[in-house]
């Protein structure tokens, strides 16, 4: 036999019969190429961020809704690619027109903000999505979230849901506006069961007001803020100055709560945390402690 041979024939046999070491190189090597092409393929996801507004009801002059409505729909006018805003009587069409948008365009939820009023009164941390209330009892209802379920295959672990109305986060305790007993809001338990829905997403609420001046898609204070009316004076709103502009995340898949800075949107409707916390400068805690001291019994009338 030729020594050429002699050379040829092992190393074919090792090329063809790598050891164990090699092997394990050769997997790695293949897992890290499909790593960089699911990477690539994440990065390549469309995501679509919606602003959802509650129809504003028939004979009722809402200013703040129709306002939002106006704005947002300018802007989703402008970037038709990256927002849009949805008008809704219920959840159902809600659902139904967001998913209607996502087919077509082949894109994920980016971020999902429900706007509307809070309700103080009832005690308990709401938002409403046209005629429908979530709570955190009708939120566990199956036949209730059903449309938000529909949305949420639609979620990945970049998509942020966010509670834009007013105490959707609040963990305070209240006095009733009907006896002596003590209420508490349970904004956060609000916020975990949507998580229980949106398991891969970042649900994002406020334990006070969501202001509509100085508004969204902008970089100032945004939805830091309180309202100016005499009502908002009354003694049984002090936990809710004492908590103004603070907001809380909870990751549904991490199961972590925490207190963050106040949220906004860019123009583009992906949500954005604040830099700073608003309420940290002087000159608000000043108005603050002011306001605190002015409140009296009496300015908020029970029907």
Sequence with gaps: MKPFKLITIPLLVVLLNPPARAQQDVCNYIESLSCDVATNRDKK?????????SAPKKGKLDLGSRFNIARSKLKSLFRPKKFVAIVAKDIQTASAKIQYRLNGSGARIGTLWFDGHGSYKKGYAVFYTGKDEFNYQSIKDPAHIKPLQ????????????????????????????????????????????????????????????VMTKPGLFRKKASVAGHPLAKVYKDIVYRPAW?????????????ESFCAVNPVTMDIYGNLMIRSDSYTGKTRVKKEIEKNIKKLRPGLLKVK
């Design 45 to 53: 996801q469309k995501h679509l961020n919606f602003f959802i507004i």
């Design 150 to 209: 529909e949305l949420a295959a639609y979620t990945n672990e970049k998509s942020k849901v966010v509670i834009g109305s007013c105490y959707g986060g609040a963990t305070f305790f209240r006095k009733s506006l009907y006896s002596n007993d003590t209420l508490r809001m349970n904004g956060d338990s609000l916020m975990m069961n949507l998580g229980k829905i949106f398991s891969e997403s970042t649900i994002y609420a406020c334990e006070s007001w």
């Design 242 to 254: 004492e908590n103004m502009s603070k907001w809380n995340e909870y990751n549904a898949t991490k």
